[in-house]
């Protein structure tokens, strides 16, 4: 698949593998994704055993020999990523509860693989012995989850995610979960919006790359009726690719149920590459930063202030057009 938009410098020189799901293979089209979207990464994928005691063991093996920068695990995958302790992960939807979710969503009797598999096999039986197998390596999720192991795992669940629904259990056990707008799959529109920006938070961690900051007034990001301005998400996703950009809101004054709506409505319109990015405050040049764009002249700020809605910057396209020349 040729993709219109992809991130060359992205995990350039690097190893990230992909686990697949429940019933899938290393033919998986998310596969594809990645690859096409980072295309000097490394993607590595496995066709997993069936049984999940052999699923773990090839995974450790495989991980002790490539020392992959980057894990990423979808749904069953994401299951066993977690317990892969030592690397970067990322777990889409993980099926933390696989054995239940087996008996509860059809997935007993006689099955299809979604994909191709290198040992040519197209068809498989799961039965209650499966299920209990699957029940048995669930048992071992979250152990010995230091500080260090928090920090290196990401989840993101879908918010009409029909299959699996665990991001409460997540978060009983690690700090970063985030909801994004989707289902099960990870869609093209998934791993473009949602995916790629955390895959580009580890690399940056990884490498100690500091961005050049951009902050955002608050008043330039939605009309009158609270929705985003035209062109908005076209222009944010422009500016994560290069900058590290906070939203600035005002801070409030006995008023808290300011701050749950301006997180509500970054979470809502933004989300995930807006996460943990919202800044209170009332006096601008507290703030520190390379660019600030701001509703009206902010003459203390100690970078470059470019007023939205004037003359030059009256849109969002026109603001495209300004870092498009410069970055």
């Keep these: 698949m040729e993709f219109s938009k992809t991130f060359p410098s ?17 033919q998986s089209g998310t596969v594809s994704l990645l690859r096409g979207l980072m295309p000097n990464a490394e993607v590595l994928a496995y066709d997993l055993p069936l049984h999940p005691a052999e699923a773990m063991q090839l995974l450790r093996e495989r991980c002790a020999e490539q020392q992959p920068h980057l894990i990423i695990g979808t749904s069953m995958g994401g299951m066993y990523a977690e317990m892969l302790k030592g690397y970067d992960r990322i777990l889409v939807n993980p099926a933390f509860e696989m054995g239940d979710t087996m008996a509860k969503h059809g997935m007993m009797g006689k099955q299809q693989f979604q994909n191709p598999r290198e040992d040519g096999i197209q068809e498989f039986i799961v039965t209650k012995a499966l299920v209990n197998e699957y029940k048995e390596i669930t048992t071992h999720l979250f152990q010995d989850i230091t500080p260090e192991e928090q920090g290196r795992v990401v989840g993101l669940f879908g918010d009409a995610d029909p299959v699996v629904h665990t991001y409460d259990l997540f978060h009983q056990h690690y700090t970063t979960g985030i909801r994004f707008h989707g289902e099960h799959r990870v869609t093209d529109s998934v791993a473009l919006h949602y995916l790629i920006p955390v895959i580009r938070w580890i690399d940056d961690r990884q490498e100690g790359r500091e961005r050049p900051v951009v902050y955002i007034d608050a008043n330039t990001l939605m009309d009158s009726y609270g929705k985003p301005k035209s062109s908005l998400h076209k222009a944010y996703e422009l500016l994560i690719e290069h900058y590290d950009v906070f939203i600035v809101a005002p801070a409030p004054t006995g008023n808290v149920a300011s701050i749950v709506d301006m997180h509500a409505w970054v979470e809502e319109y933004l989300n995930v590459p807006a996460y943990n990015r919202v800044v209170y405050a009332n006096n601008k040049k507290l703030l ?10 902010e003459p203390h700020f100690l970078g470059t202030t470019l007023v939205f809605g004037s003359n030059e910057l009256k849109t969002w396209e026109e603001m495209i057009v300004y870092f498009e020349r410069i970055v």
Excluded: P, R
Excluded at 10 to 26: Q, R, T, W
């Design 10 to 26: 992205l995990m350039k020189d690097k190893k990230v593998m992909y686990i697949h799901g429940f019933g899938s293979s290393a």
């Design 288 to 297: 520190y930063g390379d660019f600030l764009i701001s509703a009206t002249e």
